[in-house]
């Protein structure tokens, strides 16, 4: 019983009694330097099992904290590495034979910036293939999505290299390094042109009627990601599409 009685006083007093007593520290605090006493009177009061529910608190406060900023801080460290507006059509490709934007009839903005045209804010970007490729007014667009397509092409893939006899087109890329390769007469010797999409980058991009086209993954590891919008429903068969058009792809 008495046994009992003072191993229930010994535990209990703990939180109690010898906490008051560690306030020990200011008494010693006078001589030393006074930083010193705090630190050790707070490393000593941390370790105390009481301290739980404080460190804790302050935890879920950090985590809390943390949740509400990463998203915003992020996207707006991502949007102050990148420079300015690059929605302009006359801006060319990155590879030395791209050709200029224009001749491909492809607009390309930044995927990863905001605020932009494509962008209102940090959540990213947005499209809509048929009103977007009338404000950029690239020639040939779809006026409506009759048929539409998405899909995926993985490193080293190519989809198009057809031209299709019955529909104008309109594509949105993105994803992944992607040369887009149209046709156009107008380019000399070679007779189309050529232009690489950044993987940070949306492209925007017509095919008119009778117009070759194709889409080449040339990025070593990000999958490209694709929407085509046709203005007919077509069966794709030898008489509406011609081929193989080119032979180096
Ligand atoms: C394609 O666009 C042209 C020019 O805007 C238009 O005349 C034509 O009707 C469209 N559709 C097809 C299937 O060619
Ligand atoms: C291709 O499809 C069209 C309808 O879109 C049809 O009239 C034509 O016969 C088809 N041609 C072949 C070769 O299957």
């Not at 020990?24 to 006078?30: A, I, T």
């Not at 390309?108 to 804010?121: H, Q």
């Amino acid at each position: 019983m008495a046994n009992a009685r003072r191993i229930s006083v010994g535990l209990q007093p703990q939180p109690v009694s010898e906490t008051s007593p560690p306030p020990p520290p200011p008494l010693s605090s006078p001589s030393p330097s006074p930083a010193a006493a705090a630190v050790s009177s707070v490393a000593v009061f941390l370790k105390r099992p009481s301290a739980f529910p404080l460190l804790l608190s302050v935890f879920v406060l950090l985590t809390w904290v943390f949740l509400r900023l990463e998203h915003p801080a992020s996207a707006g460290l991502r949007s102050s590495l990148s420079s300015g507006l690059s929605s302009s059509s006359s801006r060319s490709g990155t590879g030395p034979v791209d050709g200029a934007d224009s001749d491909a009839n492809l607009v390309r903005f930044s995927a990863v910036e905001f605020p932009s045209k494509i962008a209102r804010d940090w959540r990213g970007w947005l499209m809509d293939p048929v009103t977007d490729a009338r404000a950029a007014r690239l020639r040939g667009r779809a006026s409506k999505c009759a048929s539409v397509h998405v899909g995926q092409i993985q490193p080293g893939g190519l989809r198009g290299n057809h031209r299709h006899h019955t529909c104008n087109e309109t594509f949105i890329i993105w994803g992944a390094d992607t040369k887009f390769r149209l046709e156009n007469p107008n380019v000399k010797d070679k007779g189309y042109a050529e232009v690489t999409i950044r993987y940070d980058e949306v492209a925007l991009a017509t095919s008119p009627s009778g117009t070759a086209h194709a889409i080449i993954n040339v990025d070593r590891v990000r999958s490209t990601f694709l929407l085509g919008c046709q203005d007919s429903l077509i069966k794709t068969n030898a008489s509406t599409t011609d081929y193989n058009v080119w032979k180096d792809l």
